[in-house]
């Protein structure tokens, strides 16, 4: 093809065929000018579509993600509330305020009121977002922050909560397991069930030094407190989750 224009060039200067041949070279330069234009709009046809369909599997991702968040966070959540109810059940032992005492629920109390729920969130894809520097695709200021909110640690409250953990739970832990075998604790994490009525004799519960463990009162108060923060921080993020699927669902 270079070969032809460059010989339709030479005849017509060998002709002496000026002005034809400036009007040539004009339309020559012109096409050339469309067929780079042509091949960059290609090009970026290509990367656009190339980058519509990672940005179409990054919002599907980060909404299964964010489903399965929900889930677990929801279930969490009930499991702190069902260890509260029996934090409360305890307390109201220890305060001596109980109608008819149920030892068989009180050793599976001391057991769910020290249980603490940890908080944890699926971030695979938000960290292959970040690390592949792909949010650029998205170019959408206010997802980036509702993400950045939702996934970035925030590591004064992490350290906080952990100092609360474990001044809370292993203190309890420690002062309640001088008043019953050690096989309670390891029983109930063998099995992962409720302890059972043919099970509790065996478990030497000194249920008098426990009720009249001022200390332990304590602990049991601290832990009810703290549920709270708990049980704040797993809506908090329920509802971010649902906020983010949301906006994410009306971006596909």
């Not at 040539?24 to 012109?30: K, L, N, Q, T």
């Not at 305020?97 to 068989?104: I, P």
């Amino acid at each position: 093809m270079i070969k032809f224009f460059r010989k339709i060039r030479q005849n017509l200067l060998s002709e002496g065929k000026t002005g034809k041949y400036l009007k040539y070279a004009i339309g020559e330069i012109i096409l050339v000018v469309i067929g780079i234009l042509m091949a960059v709009q290609i090009n970026n046809w290509n990367e656009n579509r190339k980058n519509n369909i990672i940005k179409q599997s990054l919002l599907e991702n980060l909404i299964v993600d964010l489903k399965k968040d929900i889930e677990n966070l929801e279930a969490l959540n009930n499991v702190n509330t069902n260890a509260e109810k029996e934090g409360f059940y305890l307390a109201s032992f220890l305060d001596n305020t109980l109608n008819e005492v149920d030892t068989l629920r009180l050793a599976n109390s001391i057991i769910f009121c020290g249980y603490i729920p940890n908080k944890s969130i699926i971030s695979s894809t938000y960290n292959d977002l970040i690390n592949s520097n792909n949010i650029h695709l998205f170019n959408d200021v206010k997802l980036k922050r509702l993400l950045d909110d939702y996934y970035v640690p925030n590591l004064w409250s992490e350290r906080m909560n952990a100092r609360i953990l474990k001044t809370v739970w292993y203190d309890y832990r420690d002062e309640m397991s001088k008043f019953h075998s050690p096989k309670l604790y390891q029983d109930f994490y063998e099995i992962q069930k409720y302890i059972d009525a043919y099970n509790a004799s065996k478990y030497d519960v000194q249920w008098y030094k426990i009720q009249h463990n001022e200390y332990l009162k304590t602990q049991v108060g601290m832990i009810g407190a703290y549920r709270i923060l708990i049980r704040q921080d797993f809506e908090a993020y329920i509802q971010k989750a649902k906020v983010i699927t949301n906006y994410l669902e009306n971006l596909k």
